[in-house]
């Protein structure tokens, strides 16, 4: 069947439908945290309305949180927001979907490109966003836009190009996994160097043990 065949009725109808399947897929997304994860939704569900959340997580803080941010691990391990699928199951996809609407249309406003993206390219590539990126949370995704703007994942040349949005996050994603082992590598050499410090506190030197050692003896042969 090609899309001349569909009459507005059955495409309406099949666009809900494939909204819907994607809504099942995130909400089976799979989670290392269980239950925990779980209640990350719950709360968060509980806590902010969508406007709220939306309405913190603005378009505007794309100006100002890569500089806040210059190792993307500050934004990974930021335990309190939300990813876009958590995002996705408190509210439903589309909820999500018009987060990221927001965030991009504010890069196309930005980028002062004669041809803007479409409404269509918009909504395809929001969608495809939450489904490969669910696990990004919503500053992750504030960073990349504001790094995006600044010419660090290419450029724009004539129009807003969704593919190079795709390209460029694809590279964010990498920017962050090497952001995250030097901070975890850093962490884990703080600790072996705490634990040393703390070994050596509590340690005596060779001489205390032998006197420790003579005196123990000496009790020993009074008894």
């Given at each position: 069947?090609?899309?001349?065949?569909?009459?507005?009725?059955?495409?309406?109808?099949?666009?809900?439908?494939?909204?819907?399947?994607?809504?099942?897929?995130?909400?089976?997304?799979?989670?290392?945290?269980?239950?925990?994860?779980?209640?990350?939704?719950?709360?968060?569900?509980?806590?902010?309305?969508?406007?709220?959340?939306?309405?913190?997580?603005?378009?505007?803080?794309?100006?100002?949180?890569?500089?806040?941010?210059?190792?993307?691990?500050?934004?990974?391990?930021?335990?309190?927001?939300?990813?876009?699928?958590?995002?996705?199951?408190?509210?439903?996809?589309?909820?999500?979907v018009s987060?990221?609407?927001?965030?991009?249309?504010?890069?196309?406003?930005?980028?002062?490109?004669?041809?803007?993206?479409?409404?269509?390219?918009?909504?395809?590539?929001?969608?495809?966003?939450?489904?490969?990126?669910?696990?990004?949370?919503?500053?992750?995704?504030i960073v990349?836009?504001?790094?995006?703007?600044?010419?660090?994942?290419?450029?724009?040349?004539?129009?807003?190009?969704?593919?190079?949005?795709?390209?460029?996050?694809?590279?964010?994603?990498?920017?962050?996994?090497?952001?995250?082992?030097?901070?975890?590598?850093?962490?884990?050499?703080?600790?072996?160097?705490?634990?040393?410090?703390?070994?050596?506190?509590?340690?005596i030197s060779?001489?205390?043990?032998?006197?420790?050692?003579?005196?123990?003896?000496?009790?020993?042969?009074?008894?």
């Open positions: 069947m090609s899309n001349k065949d569909l009459t507005p009725t059955t495409q309406t109808s099949f666009a809900a439908l494939v909204k819907k399947s994607l809504s099942c897929l995130i909400s089976q997304e799979p989670s290392n945290n269980g239950s925990s994860n779980e209640k990350r939704v719950a709360r968060l569900r509980d806590s902010f309305s969508p406007l709220q959340l939306c309405s913190l997580f603005n378009p505007g803080l794309q100006a100002v949180l890569p500089s806040k941010c210059k190792s993307i691990h500050v934004a990974t391990y930021s335990d309190e927001v939300p990813t876009l699928g958590e995002m996705a199951r408190a509210y439903g996809d589309m909820v999500a987060f990221l609407k927001a965030q991009i249309i504010k890069i196309n406003d930005f980028a002062g490109s004669k041809q803007k993206i479409s409404d269509s390219q918009l909504e395809d590539l929001s969608l495809q966003i939450v489904a490969e990126y669910p696990y990004l949370n919503l500053l992750e995704i990349f836009c504001g790094r995006l703007r600044s010419g660090m994942y290419g450029e724009f040349y004539g129009s807003v190009d969704p593919m190079k949005i795709l390209y460029g996050l694809g590279r964010f994603c990498k920017d962050r996994e090497k952001d995250i082992s030097r901070y975890e590598t850093a962490r884990e050499k703080d600790e072996q160097a705490r634990r040393r410090d703390e070994c050596a506190k509590n340690s060779w001489e205390e043990w032998q006197v420790i050692k003579a005196e123990t003896a000496k009790k020993s042969l009074h008894k």
